[in-house]
């Protein structure tokens, strides 16, 4: 099995800054697929950013420019750099990890148990 520990949530002003960092444990050989989604209450969850092993980047219109998505692969770990944070920010974010090659064959669709990200002055 695989298990995410989402960090780095909080409350901070609007123009403010905050990482969101992600690590996934458990008997894991490699994760194609990392991305963080959020999802504010009365709205369906939302993709944010998207990284897969190689590289490639995904990002919502609504954050491009102002949040970067990034992945250390040797620490099974995805970060989220969010800058010039605006009130329509606030959510829970949830880590996301897909195609997980495991010592015992592929698992799909992981998930954290969710960050709480405030903006608010």
């Known amino acids: 099995q695989v298990q995410l520990v989402e960090s780095g949530g909080g409350l901070v002003q609007p123009g403010g800054s905050l990482r969101l960092s992600c690590a996934a444990s458990?008997?894991?050989?490699?994760?194609?697929?990392m991305g963080w989604y959020r999802q504010a209450p009365g709205k369906q969850r939302e993709l944010v950013a998207a990284v897969t092993s190689g590289g490639s980047t995904n990002y919502a219109d609504s954050v491009k420019g102002r949040f970067t998505i990034s992945r250390d692969n040797a620490k099974n770990t995805v970060y989220l750099q969010m800058n010039n944070l605006k009130p329509e920010d606030t959510a829970v974010y949830y880590c996301?990890?897909?195609?997980?090659?495991?010592?015992?064959?592929?698992?799909?669709?992981?998930w954290g148990q969710g960050t709480q990200v405030t903006v608010s002055s």
């Open positions: 458990g008997s894991i050989l490699s994760i194609n697929y």
């Open positions: 996301n990890a897909d195609r997980v090659l495991l010592v015992t064959g592929w698992g799909r669709d992981y």
